[in-house]
Every structure is written in C-alpha cells, then in structure tokens.
T-cell receptor, first 122, second 116 residues
C-alpha cells in the first residue's frame, strides 16, 4: 500500500507531557499538510510544507506546536506541554502540487489523507 | 468564523433515490472546491472537485454544481447506495494564482445515511 501513513494511530498522554507524531507521505509528493479535527468539526489546517520548507502556519499552531520535514520526505509534529484541549485527531495529507505551476483544474488541489493519529490528553 | 458552511448535520435517504448535500461559503477568493467522504476511523478520501470557472462537474453517480454568485455548491449522488453512508465534507481553496493560500478550508460535514 503506497498511501499516506501515520504513526502512532492512537496516543494517550497525561497533561504536561510532550508527544510526537510521524507522517509518511505518498512517495514523491512535494507537499505535506497537517490538519486537526475535533468532534463535530471538519479538519482545520495547521501547517504545510513544500519539500523541506514550511510555507504556511495557522494561528492555531501555538508556540507549543512544532512541525518539521527535515529531508523533504516524512514529517513530524510535536506538541510540548500537552493540554486537554489538544485532544483531537491529527491528520496528515500529501499532494503532488508544486508552486509556480498555474492550473485551473480543481483536481490539482486534491490532498491525499492518512488515517490520522487520535490524541487523548488526560 | 466559518468560511465554509454545511448547515445540515445529517441527511437520510432511501436506496436508489437522490442525495443532495449542500455547502455555502463566504470567502470570495475561493476558486477551487472539493468534496471528501469520510468513514469512521479513516482519513477523508477525495470524491470530486470543481473550479470556479465551471458550474458543473460529473463523475459517475456524483455531480457537483457550483453557483458562484450565490456562493453555493451542492453534491448530488444518484442513485444513492447503502455504501455511500458516510460523513461528507465540503472543502475550498483559494489557490496560489493570486497569492492565495492552498490550504483546504473544510465545513463541519454532513452525515449521510442511505437506508436499504
């Protein structure tokens, strides 16, 4: 299976602990995105990378959150000093999109999602 | 501030009938619209998309209609099948052409149940 994979699938942690999630995108996809989804809501954008460069960060991404994609392949999302409000599903997506290639095709903006990591902070 | 709104949390239809899922948006910079389907314990999967230069896109049983002046789009599923039962998300992107963001902005979703 060559889809987007995420690890772990589930994480339970105590308030104040640090957690790190990993995402492996589809091979050769340039773009990698992180989203967060809470109960009853749609996915909310956190950040995205073009290869190893972090191009955009949401205001949702507080100082306790950091994301990296050091070699332009897999990415990690770290949450420091977790709070109960961080409990959510963290989704990773990848896309073959590349900047500077204009398109009028909506399908070019398709993002392929992984199964997510469910974080529970107790 | 919800830029993408799906005002119906749930919809129930009979197998074989048409399902119509609606979506409204407020950001006039959105140029690309995508529908995703999500089963429990899985990530969203792409269904169909449309750009703002079109008003209709069809793929098999799925058709998306866009009314740009009303900032409204809808997804039609004909005929509906029990396997279509899932949560459907409407998503929008500004696209990078005019310096916009490529991130997807999602609605809250509509849970579709197709009864046999």
């Amino acid at each position: 299976d060559t889809g987007v994979s995420q690890d772990p699938r589930h994480k339970i942690t105590k308030r104040g602990q640090n957690v790190t999630f990993r995402c492996d995108p589809i091979s050769e996809h340039n773009r990698l995105y992180w989203y967060r989804q809470t109960l009853g809501q749609g996915p909310e954008f956190l950040t995205y990378f073009q290869n190893e460069a972090q191009l955009e960060k949401s205001r949702l991404l507080s100082d306790r959150f950091s994301a990296e994609r050091p070699k332009g392949s897999f990415s990690t999302l770290e949450i420091q000093r977790t709070e109960q409000g961080d409990s959510a599903m963290y989704l990773c997506a990848s896309s073959p999109r590349t900047s500077g290639r204009p398109t009028t095709s909506a399908a070019a903006y398709e993002q392929y999602f992984g199964p997510g990591t469910r974080l529970t902070v107790t | 501030d919800q830029q993408v709104k799906q005002n119906s949390p749930s919809l129930s239809v009979q197998e074989g009938r048409i399902s119509i899922l609606n979506c409204d948006y407020t950001n006039s910079m959105f140029d690309y619209f995508l529908w995703y389907k999500k089963y429990p314990a899985e990530g969203p999967t792409f269904l169909i998309s449309i750009s703002s230069i079109k008003d209709k896109n069809e793929d098999g049983r799925f058709t998306v209609f866009l009314n740009k002046s009303a900032k409204h789009l809808s997804l039609h599923i004909v005929p509906s099948q029990p396997g279509d039962s899932a949560v459907y998300f409407c998503a929008a992107s500004e696209g990078e052409a005019q310096g916009g963001s490529e991130k997807l902005v999602f609605g809250k979703g509509t849970k579709l149940t197709v009864n046999p």
